[in-house]
Each structure stands twice: as C-alpha cells, then as structure tokens.
C-alpha cells in the first residue's frame, strides 16, 4: 500500500488540481487506518470536484464516522445522497450511523432502499449485506 500512496502524492505533486488522485488518495488511507489523513485528501477532492462526487462525500462520512464525528458524517452522507439518491453504499453507511444515533426506523428505511438499489443493479454481495442489516435490526 505504501507504494500506491506514493503514487497518488506524486500524482498530486504533478497535477494538484488531481480530484480523482485526492480521491483514490482519501480512500486508501482510510483503509490504512490513517483517518486524519483521509479526511484530508477526501474535502480536497471534493472542493476541487469529480463526476461521481457522491462517492467522495460518502467515504468522507466513513472517515468521520470513524473518528465518531457523527454530526459531520450525517452531512456528507446527505451531501452524497443529494448527488445522487441511488447510490446503494451512502444508503447503507447512513443506516450504520443512525443506529448509533439511536434511530433505529430511519436506519431500517436506508437499509430497505439500499436492498432494492442492489437489488436492481443484481449486486449478490450488496443485496446479502442488505439483509444482513435487515435482520439484524428485527
């Protein structure tokens, strides 16, 4: 991993107007456990703007879930949502932090539109996740 981070910062170093080498940037050090950083790279792509935008906004709000911002998490996630309502991932993360914050029925509503999202894109491994959250919130 250390050598793809490597890349995208060089990536950044030869074009810093790069969103997308911000994004992959922001995604892999989340996933890296390097959350400060993630989040970080992850607005920097967002203010400098991508097709797909909503995906950024929903990995920023994984970020700051992670670090148990849960008030900035809710908005990136309905910033992400406001982009685009059909994207199946906001639905299910948003579902994630609901249950934290205790609203176990808006949860159970991001979750049931998550399913029928996947459902419709035939995504095997979403619609099991789905339900998994399903179940586990009955």
Same mark, same amino acid.
Request: aromatic share 6%; charged share 25%; glycine share 6%.
């Given at each position: 991993?250390a050598?793809?981070? !490597?890349?995208?910062?060089? /990536? +950044? ?5 790069? *969103?997308?080498?911000?994004?992959n ?12 950083g ?7 792509? +967002?203010s ?11 990995? @920023?709000? @994984? /970020? ?11 908005? *990136?996630?309905?910033?992400? @949502? !406001?982009?685009n ?12 932090? #609901? ?5 176990k029925?808006?949860? @159970? ?7 029928? #999202? ?18 586990n919130?009955?």
């Amino acid at each position: 991993f250390a050598k793809a981070i !490597e890349a995208f910062q060089n /990536a +950044i170093k030869v074009d810093p107007q790069n *969103a997308v080498a911000y994004s992959n940037l922001g995604n892999l050090l989340r996933s890296q456990g390097d959350i400060t950083g993630a989040i970080k790279a992850l607005r920097q792509a +967002i203010s400098l703007g991508k097709e797909e935008i909503w995906t950024d906004y929903t990995s @920023l709000g @994984l /970020a700051l879930a992670a670090q148990n911002n849960d008030d900035e998490a809710l908005q *990136a996630y309905r910033q992400s @949502l !406001e982009k685009n309502p059909d994207y199946a991932p906001t639905h299910v993360a948003l579902g994630e932090l #609901l249950i934290r914050k205790g609203d176990k029925k808006q949860a @159970l509503s991001h979750y049931q539109t998550a399913l029928k #999202l996947y459902e419709t894109a035939q995504d095997k491994d979403g619609i099991e996740r789905a339900k998994e959250a399903i179940r586990n919130l009955q």
